[in-house]
């Protein structure tokens, strides 16, 4: 049986192992960075909660993946460790999905708006962008990539499922 890696709040991974699966569950403005090295065939995902680490300085330390500023370095990072050198630029392929409005009706923070911004700024500084995304509206979305193919699959009670 193939490796499952299951990523909570702040928490990034990433796997070469033929047939791996990497899921998060319940996004709702949280976002997550979705990842994949066409050459390596790597996956890698960051479940990235708020925009910007000058917050809490101790917990990007602790938990980089919590933060759009100090998540993206931490993924390319372990991808790199998984993989050996991931690709650069159109080699790697790069999805969003998540930065719903659930507990914010009234829009006074904008958590998911704000964290989809914070990861696009991250990933331009890296020459990368987004090829696919589903974020926004007010649903939570769970999400599931597939090492074997490539396949980001998004669930939302209610919903049948669908792929980005």
Known sequence: MADTLMLGVGEYGASVVRGSLIKTLALGSCVAVIMLDRKTRCIGMAHVALPDSK????????????????????????????????????????????????????????????????????????????VAEDVGGGFSRSVAVYQETGQVILSSPGRDDWEI
């Open 55 to 130: 917050i809490s300085p101790e917990r990007a330390k602790e938990r980089p993946g919590h933060f759009a500023d100090t998540a993206i370095p931490a993924l390319l990072a372990n991808m790199n460790k998984q993989a050996g050198m991931v690709s650069k630029g159109a080699g790697l392929i790069v999805k969003l999905a998540g930065g719903a409005n659930v507990a914010d009706p009234n829009n006074t923070f904008n958590i998911g708006k704000r964290n989809a911004l914070a990861i696009r700024k991250v990933l331009w500084k890296y020459g990368l962008g987004p």
